[in-house]
């Protein structure tokens, strides 16, 4: 009986080590987030049940995610799909990153802006070059799906040359709110009190979605999926409104197994991978909360629907296109108007500035001669007195 009790306590204080040992945090974003709320502390209670004690850990951002994810691989983080490629390839971390939940929960894109010419994603892109683009801040999710849309739309958003950095979401969307040639872009959960505040200030939402955005991928992975989302409850009187939009997956990633030093720990993390990657979805979402009338009010459209939508999108970038051609042809010619006249009357002024310069070298030269007459009338310094 001694031995058994002494058996029993080893086994309890192993365990007790093998858990200490895979401790860690679940880089989840801003504390007020839907991923830090709603979605980590559930993912957190489905780790411990399996023996891993992962706790939830705020941060400034999809980015700062990424970059303690870097830092330490056995750690995990939420970021949109999006966002994840994106600052792996400007940190140059391209492959360092194993995702391990892919498609439980989507956030989409959106731009609010007050000017009502802009009204979908075409008109947006073929504006970009004459618009001012105040975004969340720069370690946001947001902030990163700017830039990978930049890097797929040469000529539309890689075009934006005013591009400004907000120290909140909050702050950015009620910057871009106060004039018409502002917008911003943010991802987002539908439904969200973003859309609040942009019908406060007298702004809309406009749809971020277009042939090439649903065309990327990487590997088998699609990286965006077109869908239909809520973005105003209904009324008593009034039905709700949506729209279509790219939406991108929420994923839940970590450091590949090759990046842990140690055997043992690597080996741990494997089991980590397999275990969160065999996870029921159902246990993974909230109950009776928010992510859940969400995912009520979105769904994903089929190919034909949203064939039609990208149709649309391109025929409004097409009729956009004229004016913003003509724009830049206007403003080339402004500026080769200017050069032309600020070479002519460099032209013209020429003369005044030839007759400046002989007033100049003859002035000098008359200062030169009169200075050569005054030494030579004076008595050399250290010459001996006349008696």
Same mark, same amino acid.
């Given at each position: 009986m001694p031995l058994l009790r002494a058996v029993s306590a080893a086994a309890v204080a192993l365990a007790f080590l093998r858990v200490g040992a895979r401790a860690g945090e679940i880089h989840s974003g801003v504390a007020a987030g839907v991923a830090h709320a709603n979605l980590c502390p559930v993912l957190s209670a489905q780790l411990k049940l399996a023996q891993f004690d992962y706790r939830c850990a705020a941060s400034a951002g999809a980015r700062e995610n990424i970059e303690r994810v870097l830092a330490e691989p056995r750690q995990l983080g939420y970021a949109p799909l999006d966002a994840l490629l994106e600052v792996s390839r400007q940190l140059k971390a391209e492959g360092a990153f194993a995702i391990l939940r892919q498609d439980d929960v989507r956030e989409c894109l959106f731009a609010v802006t007050r000017n009502p010419e802009i009204s979908g994603y075409g008109e947006l892109a073929a504006n970009a070059c004459r618009l001012r683009f105040i975004l969340p801040p720069a370690t946001s999710a947001s902030a990163a799906s700017f830039a990978f849309l930049s890097a797929i739309d040469a000529e539309g958003l890689a075009r934006a040359k005013s591009i400004a950095y907000a120290e909140t979401r909050e702050a950015a969307l009620?910057?871009?709110?106060?004039?018409?040639?502002?917008?911003?872009?943010?991802?987002?959960?539908?439904?969200?009190? /973003?859309?609040?505040?942009?019908?406060?200030?007298?702004?809309?939402?406009?749809?971020?979605? /277009?042939?090439?955005?649903?065309?990327? +991928?990487?590997?088998?992975? =699609?990286?965006?999926?077109? +869908?239909?989302?809520?973005?105003?409850?209904?009324?008593?009187?009034?039905?709700?409104?949506?729209?279509?939009?790219?939406?991108?997956?929420?994923?839940?990633?970590?450091?590949?197994?090759?990046?842990?030093?140690?055997?043992?720990?690597?080996?741990?993390?494997?089991?980590?991978?397999?275990?969160?990657?065999?996870?029921?979805?159902?246990?993974?979402?909230?109950?009776?909360?928010?992510?859940?009338?969400?995912? =009520?009010?979105?769904?994903?459209?089929?190919?034909?629907?949203?064939?039609?939508?990208?149709?649309?999108? @391109?025929?409004?970038?097409?009729?956009?296109?004229?004016?913003?051609? =003509?724009?830049?042809?206007?403003?080339? @010619?402004?500026?080769?108007?200017?050069? +032309?006249?600020?070479?002519?009357?460099?032209?013209?002024? =020429?003369?005044?500035?030839?007759?400046?310069?002989?007033v100049a070298q003859k002035a000098y030269d008359d200062a030169l001669r009169l200075a050569k007459e005054l030494i030579e009338k004076s008595p050399s310094e250290g010459a001996p007195k006349k008696e």
């Open positions: 009620r910057e871009s709110l106060s004039a018409d040639d502002t917008v911003s872009l943010l991802v987002s959960f539908p439904a969200s009190a /973003n859309f609040a505040i942009a019908r406060e200030l007298g702004g809309h939402v406009v749809p971020v979605i /277009n042939r090439s955005i649903l065309r990327q +991928q990487v590997g088998d992975r =699609k990286i965006y999926f077109a +869908q239909e989302v809520e973005i105003e409850g209904a009324e008593w009187i009034t039905p709700a409104k949506t729209l279509i939009t790219a939406c991108t997956p929420l994923v839940v990633f970590t450091g590949t197994p090759e990046r842990v030093a140690d055997a043992a720990g690597r080996k741990d993390h494997e089991d980590l991978i397999r275990t969160i990657g065999a996870l029921d979805r159902s246990a993974l979402l909230p109950k009776a909360s928010l992510v859940e009338a969400l995912l =009520k009010h979105s769904k994903e459209l089929s190919a034909d629907s949203a064939e039609k939508v990208l149709a649309l999108g @391109e025929q409004a970038r097409a009729k956009a296109k004229p004016y913003t051609q =003509k724009a830049l042809e206007t403003a080339k @010619e402004a500026t080769d108007q200017a050069r +032309q006249a600020a070479g002519r009357a460099a032209e013209a002024a =020429k003369p005044y500035v030839d007759k400046g310069k002989e």
